[in-house]
């Protein structure tokens, strides 16, 4: 692959001058007085818009560019004056100055989380999409990159990242969540805002080549029935995989929402598990075992699995992340303004399959209705949901719950804790997909409560 | 699709057979016949036993991947004081940065404060050198000999009293170590079914 020569970016000192208002670039700001061209522009522009501009001062630019954005020369009025020409961000595009959701990441710098309470649709933009290392973000050249294929299989193989494009691809989106999604909420209700208490889970479009695709490339030797999954990372993140999963929907994946997969996702290349806890689906993919056993490692024994207090006994192998539903508005960090209209929205996802329904109840689960869900409902992908609420005033609860496919419906806190019993810390919060309640107290403001009502 | 171009395109025809002729030729040069037959595609390079051996860093719990050598307690405490202390701490209950406890715990997994430690939950002596080898010491990871990791596991198997400080460890007797928590594990649950 020959890489393309750097575009050359227009100088910002000879792009038209525009008239502005509010902060504009240093090198605008600092020639402006000597430029009579320029001057003259200021001028007219201001003549022309008159106090009309002064009235409705534009919204000004932050001081500093949010990440993900460029800062541009904000016009009075945007409709008298030239846009800006293509190309000014070197032909890669960035978002709105204004705009500024970002991940949140954790003083322990492991991992950062998507910011839910402004998500839109089903789709989480890759650079938002959150993120779980285990010893940070290797730098990889794809062009030195290649994925091993050995043990219990006929023909050892080696494929680089372009043999792996030359075969068939396919494209699907899924949700990825960590097997710690909502750990700190289940021994009690602790998060005040949204990304902090669920902020572990994202979707996105992958696409790639079928792992039994590959499988079958190298000949999978008769009693194979596991494989060690290897990334090419500092902790070099290593999980056993059955074979049954890897041949059903497994996909070795090199692109995220229609572009190569991010650094911080796996690139050059990830296993895709759809609707398998997050680290099953191992990012900087270089090397695959086949194997009749699991191999143990510390990501699927110390960490991981499931541990039951009330019997001393841990799960192992819970790979599927099992049907889960949250209300995304309102939520604690938004405050209802007063009685009236609001849609209530959220999504829901299944590791087993689509989601059938979503119920919301507004009366702390009273009543239960059909929420509306967003065509088109995808297996083992985010779900929209949308149920519109007339809020009389009056404190409530609001909660939703999920039913996939298999008929399996979404738990209450007290349903989890009755089967798994509870405890402050431990692996006993691991796959917490317990009903979400949000208390909306007088006044509007939203609280984060456990609330398992008579279910 | 020959039908097609015998009619109207000869010269195409001709071309594509030799292109055809090419990539067949390709396919079957030396390189790729050699102890291997392709897949379905024929895309892949087949891999060497050298290469193999050089990336295959997996040990299963059954100690197959196991490299030879072998280590010792002491040994195994120095570089700890050395390595790990940062982050384990001089105890191994766990440090200021982000290393956990690797000892104690036993009893507590049915309390309401588990705690999950090498002597109280792993259940198999392997995923230390397994994990080990690979991903510690975190800031540095990949620069422990075999006979180093071993001696690291004597130190911990032994501070953790599942061992005697005495006993050597090595490929021939790590897999045999018996961990407290080895029958703690449940790989044959049922799911959870809400209705």
Known sequence: ?455 | MSTFLAIHRPALQLGLFALVLAMWTAALSPANTQGFTPGKYGIGTPAEAALIAALDVDVRADGVGLPAGSGNYEAGGTLFSQLCVNCHGDNLLGGRERGGALIGGRGTLTSEYPRRTVESYWPYATTLFDYIRRAMPYSSPGVLEADQVYSLIAFILGEAKIIEKSVIIGADNLAAVEMPNRDGFNADWQPEMFR
Request: with cysteine.
């Open chain 1, 1 to 455: 692959m020959t890489k393309k020569s750097k575009p050359q970016v227009s100088d910002l000192s000879a792009t038209p001058v525009l008239p502005v208002s509010g902060r504009q670039p240093k090198s605008l700001a600092q020639t402006a007085d000597q430029d009579p061209t320029r001057r003259r522009l200021l001028l007219g522009a201001a003549a022309a818009a008159g106090a009309a501009a002064v009235a409705a001062a534009p919204k000004q630019a932050q001081a500093i560019a949010p990440p993900g954005a460029v800062e541009y020369p904000v016009p009075v009025d945007p409709t008298q004056v030239p846009g800006r020409p293509p190309g000014l961000n070197g032909g890669y595009g960035t978002r709105s100055q204004f705009e500024t959701e970002v991940r949140e990441w954790s003083g322990s710098g492991t991992s950062s989380r998507t910011p839910l309470a402004s998500s839109e649709g089903t789709i989480t933009p890759s650079a938002l999409h959150f993120e779980r290392h285990h010893n940070g973000i290797p730098e990889i050249d794809p062009e030195e990159h290649s994925l091993l294929v050995h043990g219990m299989v006929k023909r050892p193989l080696t494929f680089t990242m372009a043999d792996l494009k030359r075969l068939p691809s396919t494209s699907r989106v899924a949700f990825i969540e960590c097997g710690g999604n909502s750990a700190g909420e289940y021994h009690a209700a602790r998060g005040k805002e949204i990304h902090n208490m669920h902020g572990l889970v994202s979707s996105s479009e992958w696409t790639g080549v079928a792992l039994s695709t590959v499988l079958r490339e190298a000949g999978l030797e008769s009693g194979a029935a596991w494989l060690l999954a290897e990334g090419r990372d500092a902790a070099m993140l290593s999980r056993s995989i059955p074979l049954e999963k890897a041949l059903d929907d497994a996909v070795l994946a090199y692109a995220q929402n229609g572009e190569a997969l991010r650094p911080e996702q796996g690139y050059p290349l990830r296993l895709l598990l759809p609707g398998w806890e997050g680290i099953t689906n191992v990012k900087w993919l270089h090397r695959l075992d086949v194997s009749d056993a699991p191999f143990q490692t510390r990501e699927e024994t110390s960490h991981y699995t499931d541990l039951n207090i009330v019997t001393g006994e841990a799960k192992q192998f819970t790979f599927v992340m099992a049907a889960k539903s949250l209300i995304l508005f309102p939520h604690p960090e938004a405050k209802l303004e007063g009685p009236g209209f609001f849609e209530i929205t959220g999504l829901a996802w299944s590791g087993r399959g689509k989601i059938k329904r979503v119920e919301v109840t507004t009366d702390g689960g009273k009543n239960w209705h059909l929420a509306e869900l967003q065509e088109p409902v995808l297996s083992k992908s985010q779900t929209r949901f949308r149920f519109p609420w007339v809020w009389d005033g009056e404190p409530t609860m609001l909660q939703s719950r999920a039913t996939d496919e298999t008929g399996y419906v979404q738990p209450s806190i007290r349903q989890l804790k009755e089967v798994r019993g509870d405890a402050e810390r431990g692996n006993v919060n691991y796959h917490n997909n317990a009903i979400q309640t949000w208390r909306v107290n007088r006044g509007g403001t939203i609280e984060n409560v456990h609330f398992s009502g008579n279910s």
